[in-house]
């Protein structure tokens, strides 16, 4: 038999350890919230990066949509003005005399910037001061025969581009290291988010890109 001093010995013993097996669960335990608090803020902040992303994002794309609506405004705008502008000079024209009118009516050869689309020439265009620039690539042989956006065929060595978000018909004399060429948007594209226009092959011959370049353009109205 043991002594009552052993026996208390030994129940203090055994106390010790289930306090000691207590304790480390604890630890254990808050050990656990710690890293569930540690994930729940890298969740938290993940979220918070993710909104910011998605507002950005659409923030962009309404930007990009109020540019495009104020644009298609001003060439709207510019093409009322055009049209304005041409029937007063058509009534000048028509109250000068026989005189005035041989000295004004004879045709002027269109320059060689002045060749667009890939059939026709146009004279005379009115400037407007709209301009935008970007990188351009340009689409050739491959393309040949097929149909453009709005409707044309398209012509390699014609004088065309295509846009993402310009009026299809809209005219741009489009620019490069002193080189300019008057080209129709006539089809949709490029798909690479950072250029803004892909030139017909003929076009892109005019400004001497074989590649990817740096541009500039401006918004041209027939008149």
Do not use: C
């Not at 030994?10 to 604890?26: F, G, I, P, S, V």
């Not at 045709?107 to 407007?128: C, K, M, N, Y």
């Amino acid at each position: 038999m043991i002594s009552i001093a052993e026996a208390t010995l030994e129940t203090a013993r055994a106390d010790t350890e289930a306090l000691e097996h207590l304790e480390a669960a604890r630890a254990e335990i808050e050990a656990a919230g710690a890293r569930v608090e540690e994930r729940k803020a890298r969740l938290l902040t993940a979220s918070a990066e993710a909104e910011e992303v998605a507002s950005g994002i659409t923030s962009t794309l309404s930007e990009r949509r109020s540019a495009l609506s104020e644009l298609s405004a001003k060439i709207d705008e510019l093409e009322r003005r055009a049209r304005r502008e041409a029937q007063a000079s058509a009534n000048r024209v028509e109250s000068t005399d026989s005189v005035a009118q041989e000295e004004t009516s004879e045709p002027q050869p269109p320059a060689d910037d002045q060749s667009v689309g890939a059939l026709h020439r146009v004279g005379e265009f009115i400037t407007t001061g709209v301009t935008f620039e970007g990188l351009a690539s340009w689409y050739g042989p491959g393309f040949e025969g097929q149909t453009t956006a709005n409707g044309d065929i398209f012509h390699a060595a014609g004088l065309t581009a295509a846009s993402r978000d310009l009026p299809l018909g809209t005219w741009l004399r489009v620019g490069r290291a002193g080189a300019s060429v008057i080209v129709e948007v006539n089809d949709r594209g490029p798909y690479i988010e950072e250029r803004v226009l892909d030139l017909s092959q003929g076009a892109a011959g005019r400004l001497g890109i074989t590649g990817v370049e740096w541009v500039t353009a401006e918004i041209l109205l027939p008149r």
